[in-house]
């Protein structure tokens, strides 16, 4: 369906009337929304179709307690919906995964050593393995932590947007921030001293 | 902003030119999804359940009260048996 002969109103109206042709077309309408927020917050050992099925589901489930009228435009509270699960997901790991220096690719590594060096220039590595590095940094982080730095940092959210996708006040949202780099900063910190402990 | 804030943001924009990854649904997503979905008549049922649910535990909550209320007055802790009884029930279970 081409993007300006899609009528939203009326797709909803039909979904809730069970029409499957409907919820085919939104769920083919969402999916790329809802992957990227999978994406940007998922467990290490979830598997981001179970996760965007699991979205997909609460939304179907929910959507008749959507209001348009409410101000809250569809696409906001499919995010919110779809942050919240990865939230839930993210709280359910049980064990954070274990940082060992010797498991970086040379090119983490570089990155890290750039992040904890006082003078040296960033490396010239992809930015793939930038982002990699940033992931194993983050799953060491508490659910929320991870949450609200991710949406900072890397989807370039604004404090009041984060507000409005977790349901945290802004006042919260700013403090979770600075605490999270601060526990981020110390995460890096004991890496790195932990690796000199190795190599002695 | 600290050092380390500064080198942890140039890392994240660089981060953040990592390109990006399909984002089209894979064949048969749509599909798993709707599978998923639970059917117009469990919605109804659920629907229906919950609305009885709410309304039978709104009902026992108001018996719970009228009788609360019925029975506020013999609150007072009355003798179990007039004295005379008494006295004829421990005369009988003394024979016995």
């Known amino acids: 369906m ?81 942050v919240r699960t990865c939230l839930d997901a993210l ?53 929320e932590d991870r949450l609200v730095i991710t949406l900072l940092d890397l989807d370039q959210k604004s404090v009041k947007e984060i507000s409005q996708l977790t349901g ?17 900063r110390k995460v890096a910190q004991v890496f790195r001293e932990r690796n000199v402990h190795e190599r002695l | 902003m600290n050092d380390f804030d500064k080198r942890w943001q140039t890392c994240a924009a660089r981060a953040r030119q990592a390109p990006a990854r399909s984002e089209s649904p894979p064949p048969g997503f749509a599909m798993r999804v709707l599978g998923r979905k639970p059917s117009a008549m469990e919605m109804a049922l659920e629907a229906l359940w919950e609305r009885l649910a709410m309304r039978w535990l709104a009902g026992v909550a108001a018996v719970l009260v009228v009788c609360a209320a019925l029975e506020l007055p013999n609150l007072r802790a009355a003798p179990l048996l007039k004295p005379g009884i008494e006295n004829t029930v421990t005369q009988l279970a003394w024979k016995l």
């Open chain 1, 168 to 184: 945290w006040s802004i006042p919260l949202v700013k403090v979770r921030a600075f605490r999270a780099r601060r526990k981020l």
């Open chain 1, 2 to 82: 081409a993007e300006a002969e899609f009528d939203l109103a009326r797709c909803l109206a039909s979904v809730l009337q069970h029409d499957e042709e409907a919820a085919r077309t939104l769920v083919d309408r969402l999916y790329p929304q809802v992957i990227r927020i999978v994406r940007g917050h998922l467990p290490r050992r979830a598997a981001e179709q179970d996760l965007a099925q699991e979205i997909f589901a609460k939304l179907f489930s929910k959507l008749q307690d959507y209001r348009p009228q409410q101000s809250v435009p569809f696409e906001n509270w499919v995010s919110r919906l779809a």
């Open chain 1, 91 to 143: 709280r359910a790991e049980k064990r954070r995964p274990e940082l060992r220096w010797g498991d970086l690719p040379e090119e983490q590594a570089a990155w890290l050593e750039f992040m904890l060096a006082d003078d040296s220039a960033p490396p010239d590595s992809d930015a793939a393995s930038a982002r990699e590095l940033l992931d194993r940094l983050l799953s060491q982080l508490k659910s």
